[in-house]
């Protein structure tokens, strides 16, 4: 079980294939990279994303916990970025490993729908008019509704 919160970019390809042959007694691997878009504007600059360091960590790892307490998971990662990022650069990655799929698809969705409501980041878009902090959305709250 791993959380990472980082500056720099990653491979999601890379990162994969290392939890794969990391995640012993898994019958299925799931994971789900996240993109910066620009699909609401058309002009998006840039994103940057804040956060306070360790407190972020230890919220993510306790979203994690209650994963792994509600689903048999034999290992999970979450990695998420801050600072500035372009449009269509990696900006999250979770990835989940379960003796079935299941398991592993579940985890993983949990996982995403928590991350994006309920991890302490703040999100502001960066245009040629302006920035703007990005606004919580009803359908991400929506979302923990299944949880």
């Known amino acids: 079980m791993a959380v990472r919160v980082q500056e720099t970019g990653f491979d999601p390809g890379a990162e994969l294939n290392a939890?794969?042959?990391?995640a012993s007694g898994a019958g299925a691997v799931v994971s789900f990279t996240g993109v910066v878009r620009d699909l609401d504007t058309g002009g998006l600059d840039r994103m940057e994303i804040e956060h306070y360091p360790g407190m972020t960590?230890?919220?993510?790892?306790k979203i994690e916990a209650e994963a792994?307490?509600?689903w048999r998971l034999a290992d999970s990662l979450v990695i998420h970025r801050y600072g500035a990022l372009a449009a269509g650069e990696t900006?999250?990655?979770v990835a989940t490993a379960a003796p079935h799929r299941a398991d592993a698809f579940q985890a993983a969705e949990f996982l995403?729908?928590?991350l994006k409501s309920r991890a302490p980041f703040w999100k502001k878009e960066v245009t040629a008019d302006?920035?703007?902090w990005v606004a919580a959305r009803d359908a991400d709250e929506d979302a923990l509704s299944r949880w």
């Open 68 to 70: 792994v307490r509600r």
């Open 130 to 132: 302006g920035a703007a």
């Open 112 to 114: 995403m729908d928590y």
């Open 57 to 61: 960590e230890s919220a993510i790892a």
């Open 19 to 22: 939890f794969t042959a990391a």
């Open 91 to 93: 900006i999250m990655m």
